[in-house]
């Protein structure tokens, strides 16, 4: 299948994650007290399509794309699935898990765990806790209560603006999703976790691919070109080596 393929359609039902509407350019005038650099964070997300089409859609984030494309390209997200959300807030992606585990339906289930408080996400069940906290993967396996299919991580710390800092940051965030998901996922689970582009540690891959049958990366459509956002998803989880 091509990178492209499943754009616009969805296999298994569900929501496409192709556009609907009509993008119309908005300029945004300086304000008085109003930075440059805000004026054009404002003017860009004014005229970004995934935030016009998440407003339409009552999505909570323009993120909420990045999974649905990732999902229709490699069909990771399977109904009847449980599933474990880390970083959720304000929960995007935990609205596309929902609809496309039938959650809402009683097929699947979908945990959201975030350090913010979120807004209840019909079908999901919410936790607000601090995953780098020491006893944070102890607290989410109690609420689990037994395996899951899919880790899927959107985590990433505040970025500082260096490179480097951010880099080990991001991989910190990835390293501590991976170790949690080959604790609860079941054989044959899948793992995705947003990393930056180029950015993922070898020794983290090299686990990666001793504990799951195929390991790649991804870079969504929805991710800003200008962006070093990657994911990287792993599938076919060979079950803990006790």
């Avoid at 004014?46 to 794309?65: H, M, W």
């Avoid at 009847?80 to 807030?89: E, H, I, R, T």
């Avoid at 993967?137 to 970025?159: E, F, N, Q, Y």
């Amino acid at each position: 299948m091509s990178e492209r393929a499943g754009r616009g359609s969805r296999r298994g039902g569900g929501k496409s994650s192709g556009m609907t509407g009509r993008l119309l350019h908005t300029k945004v005038k300086t304000a008085r007290g109003r930075k440059t650099s805000s004026t054009h964070w404002l003017q860009r997300q004014l005229n970004d399509p995934y935030v016009v089409e998440a407003k339409t859609r009552g999505l909570r984030s323009r993120a909420a794309f990045k999974l649905m494309q990732l999902d229709d390209r490699y069909g990771l997200l399977k109904p009847g699935f449980s599933v474990v959300d880390l970083g959720a807030a304000p929960g995007g992606w935990t609205q596309v898990a929902v609809e496309r585990v039938g959650a809402e339906k009683g097929k699947g289930k979908v945990l959201a765990v975030d350090i913010l408080e979120m807004e209840p996400v019909p079908g999901a069940t919410v936790m607000q806790l601090d995953f780098t906290a020491e006893d944070a993967d102890t607290r989410v396996k109690a609420a689990l209560g037994g395996p899951v299919d899919a880790v899927i991580s959107d985590m990433a710390a505040p970025t500082t603006g260096h490179r480097q800092t951010d880099h080990l940051r991001i991989v910190m965030m990835c390293e501590l999703a991976l170790h949690f998901a080959i604790d609860v996922l079941a054989p044959g689970g899948v793992f995705i976790a947003k990393v930056l582009k180029g950015g993922t540690e070898n020794d983290l891959l090299e686990l990666m691919k001793r504990d799951f049958e195929n390991v790649r990366h991804a870079k969504p459509e929805a991710s800003r070109a200008d962006s070093r956002e990657a994911y990287v998803i792993a599938t076919g989880f060979r079950g803990r080596n006790e």
